[in-house]
């Protein structure tokens, strides 16, 4: 007997939804029916319906506004509710999802501050409902193959970390032109762009932050830094903007088919500009961030997170009792090879050298990466909506690694306007 497909709902239809969409139209549709979305902007909803009409051959998808959300669930019947609203709206669709009866996926963040988690918990607690965050990363071959090394004891007991990441100037400045660049939306690029790395972290050493330190600045972005390098030239927006003509950081919504259906022909709606100036104003996020961990396992971190950088990826180095493990990940450059950086037989721009004490170095194999986030987005969606075998790395994610993730970026946020070291657990006691 055939089981019946579990139902999902979907909450929040910017850019994110379409991986969660075509995985559950798509691949997923023999387990999976998507029986309804939800935003605050018709136009939107209505753009993901044509994009699935044209490429599964689907019915539409019932649409509802934000204020009929209520409705939608006790309508539509959704076992699943996924969100992916902005990071600040998170915890209001996780809970009341979770009062109508449902489960919960949540992309990343799982939310911005204290309270915003707290009454997370406290739902979950009440409805004995489930919530899984989908942190992508843990998935990418690259990052498992890490976690594999580290479960066998290749370097012995991990107690330095150095995480080096860039954002380059294409998809850092990004964060500055949109909702992100407001901190109350957002949580800063520490919460909203560094769980995942905060994650990473806490996974591969099966730990939780105690103690975090760190100093961030708002250096490049900004009108301010823009003025004082001698730009003259500013302009609330870029499409259509004569002021934004050969600027390397301006956005045009109408060059990208994408970018304009789902943004500039809904702003009529919402007002929501997609494509704002990154040297304009009002910005109150960092674009350069250094910050230091002690991990309950005594491990110790020095984090470094720069949004202005000419390539993007990471380094990554764990020292251990037996040695040293280096990931470096380089995801783009700027007119240039990775190969330049990473060597000419590295895969995918990906290498991972083993140096053990008194033994040969060695590089790692990694297994090939295909799809979105090195690879991550396919075998998170497996995970969520196929039938995967037992995982040997215990990579779902649930409401405590989500909690652990933000708690780390929170008290980041926290230190660097205090200029003192924060103890996590005196913010919220993670079990």
Not at 11 to 30: C, H, N, Q, T
């Amino acid at each position: 007997m055939t089981s019946p497909r579990k139902r999902y709902a979907i909450v929040g239809l910017g850019s994110r939804a379409g991986m969660f969409l075509e995985a559950l139209i798509g691949k997923y549709s023999d387990r999976c029916e998507l029986v309804g979305l939800c935003d605050s902007n018709q136009t939107r909803m209505e753009y993901y319906n044509q994009r699935l009409q044209e490429k599964f051959r689907v019915p539409r998808i019932p649409t509802h506004r934000a204020e009929e959300f209520d409705s939608m669930v006790r309508g539509q019947r959704p076992d699943v509710v996924i969100v992916t609203t902005i990071d600040c709206t998170h915890h209001q669709y996780i809970i009341r999802a979770m009062e109508l009866g449902c489960d919960v996926i949540t992309e990343k963040p799982m939310t911005i501050d204290i309270d915003k988690c707290r009454a997370i918990f406290d739902a979950i607690q009440r409805t004995g409902r489930t919530l899984r965050v989908a942190f992508n990363y843990r998935y990418s071959p690259a990052r498992t193959s890490v976690k594999d090394l580290l479960m066998k004891g290749t370097i012995g007991a991990v107690k330095s970390v150095h995480f080096e990441w860039l954002l380059d100037t294409r998809h850092g400045a990004d964060y500055f032109r949109r909702w992100h660049r407001d901190k109350h939306n957002s949580g800063g690029l520490m919460v909203h762009k560094a769980t995942h790395h905060f994650d990473l972290v806490n996974w591969w050493l099966d730990s939780s932050p105690q103690t975090v330190f760190g100093f961030g600045s708002l250096a490049f972005y900004g009108k301010a830094n823009a003025a004082a390098r001698g730009i003259t030239k500013f302009y609330a927006r870029s499409t259509g903007s004569p002021n934004a003509q050969g600027d390397p950081f301006a956005l045009d919504l109408r060059a990208d088919d994408t970018l304009r259906r789902l943004y500039l022909e809904a702003e009529h709606e919402d007002g929501y500009l997609r494509d704002q100036s990154v040297f304009g104003e009002p910005i109150n996020i960092e674009d350069t961030m250094n910050v230091l961990v002690r991990y309950r396992s005594g491990a110790q971190m020095s984090y470094t997170l720069t949004a202005y950088c000419p390539w993007e990826g990471c380094r990554i180095a764990f020292i251990g009792t037996q040695g040293r493990i280096e990931l470096e990940d380089v995801e783009s450059i700027e007119g240039g090879n990775p190969s330049i950086i990473v060597g000419e037989n590295a895969q995918h721009g990906q290498r991972i050298m083993v140096f053990p004490h008194w033994e040969k170095p060695y590089r790692a194999t990694i297994p090939p990466a295909i799809g979105g986030h090195g690879g991550g987005d396919a075998l998170l969606a497996e995970d969520l909506f196929g039938n995967p075998p037992p995982d040997l790395y215990q990579r779902t994610a649930t409401h405590i690694d989500g909690a652990r993730s933000i708690l780390t970026g929170i008290a980041a946020n926290l230190s660097f306007a205090t200029g003192e070291p924060v103890e996590v657990d005196k913010l919220f006691p993670l079990p």
